[in-house]
């Protein structure tokens, strides 16, 4: 991100006339501002194996952070056997 201020010219002086000052200046020319938003990126990737070893039931998740409300369930029907 970029923000660039200039200031702007002073305005002229007045005339001093019998130990009084009269006629002041005008008033100076404004400033300017810039400013760039430069670049966003919210790219977000899982690669290279990430979940390559898991066991079991894996639950993944991503968000941007941005007022995000994540909300996950994982839902298992297991018959056992119990000798």
Do not use: K
Not at 7 to 12: F, V
Not at 56 to 77: D, K, M, P
């Amino acid at each position: 991100n970029t923000a660039m201020n200039t200031s702007g010219t002073g305005g002229a002086g007045g005339t001093a006339t019998n130990g009084r000052a009269t006629n002041g200046g005008g008033a100076g020319t404004g400033g300017s501002n810039t400013v760039t938003a430069g670049t966003f990126d919210m790219s977000n990737t899982v690669s290279g194996g990430s979940f390559a070893n898991s066991a079991g039931v894996t639950l993944a998740s991503q968000n941007t952070g941005f007022a995000s409300l994540i909300q996950q369930s994982v839902n298992v029907q297991a018959n056992l056997a119990v000798r």
